[in-house]
């Protein structure tokens, strides 16, 4: 009589529970090179926040108007600075990283580590979305507990508009880090860029439908975030939460920024 021999793990398995195990203890790295800064730490996690709060406050009971509704200023804020952290971690956080450590010499230096190049690189990834995933999920908090706002009744739809925007963010922060020339010149241009299509993209202000703003604002991502995120929120009221165009512009940009990093992705500093 023949028994059949026990089941053991193919070798595949195997080597994916060690990648998955070697990613995770970069990730574990990663973060805490993160939280051992606990100033600049709270600086990151706390900008999104201050803000949120300061023109919380300000806005009080009003109205958001311009095509919202009557849905109030402060939940607008709520939708519109959860795409902010999203995008601040995953785009100019990680390009400013990646320039001064390319600058440093440091991603040279882990090139040459036996450390397969891209765990390191899954792990300083990964490690920005947790930063992410942590200013959305204060940011839900002070605007349920602080400014009686309601969670986004689409989960699903606000769950997918967060992982759209990271991946595509993250592509984008690592192209741009291949376009900025040095380290001192990474925190202006990436900062300055940032901040102006936050401006021009409704983060501060509805924008009205239809006004030639909107059409500018559309051929960029930032607004595609913060209006696929809001769309969760249903913002405007009776919207769409599955904000598909959005999300096909979002990762149409991604590819764009994966396609430039692939091109001029370096190791080591660039010659003066």
Same mark, same amino acid.
């Given at each position: ?17 060690? @990648? ?12 805490? !090179? ?20 300061? =023109? ?25 600075? *959860? ?132 059409? *500018? ?7 595609? =975030? ?5 769309? !969760? ?12 165009? @959005? ?26």
């Amino acid at each position: 009589m023949s028994t059949a021999a026990p089941a053991t793990p193919t070798t595949g398995s195997f080597r994916g529970l060690s @990648d998955a195990r070697l990613v995770g203890r970069q990730v574990w790295y990663e973060q805490l !090179s993160f939280w051992l800064n606990p100033l600049g730490a709270i600086f990151t996690l706390g900008f999104s926040t201050i803000f949120l709060v300061l =023109l919380g406050a300000l806005g009080g009971n009003s109205k958001t108007g311009s095509g919202y509704g009557a849905a109030k200023l402060a939940q607008y804020y709520l939708g519109g600075f *959860v795409a902010y952290a999203i995008m601040a971690a995953c785009f100019t956080v990680l390009a400013q990283t990646l320039v001064n450590r390319r600058e440093m010499g440091l991603l040279k230096r882990l090139r040459l580590s036996p450390v397969p190049t891209w765990s390191l690189l899954s792990a300083i990834f990964l490690s920005t979305m947790i930063i992410a995933l942590l200013q959305v999920g204060i940011l839900l908090a002070v605007g349920t507990l602080g400014f009686n706002d309601h969670l986004p009744p689409h989960g699903v739809a606000f769950i997918l508009a967060i992982v759209v925007g990271m991946f595509s963010f993250t592509a984008l922060g690592v192209g741009v880090s291949t376009l900025v020339p040095n380290a001192d010149a990474s925190g202006p241009m990436v900062s300055i860029v940032f901040f102006l299509l936050l401006a021009f993209s409704g983060l501060y202000f509805p924008i009205k439908p239809g006004t030639t703003l909107a059409t *500018v604002s559309g051929y960029f991502p930032v607004r595609h =975030l913060i209006t696929a995120v809001l769309a !969760s929120f249903n913002l405007p009221p009776g919207s769409n939460p599955w904000a598909w165009n @959005d999300l096909g512009v979002m990762a149409i940009w991604g590819a764009a920024g994966v396609f430039i990093a692939l091109r001029r992705w370096q190791w080591a500093p660039r010659r003066k």
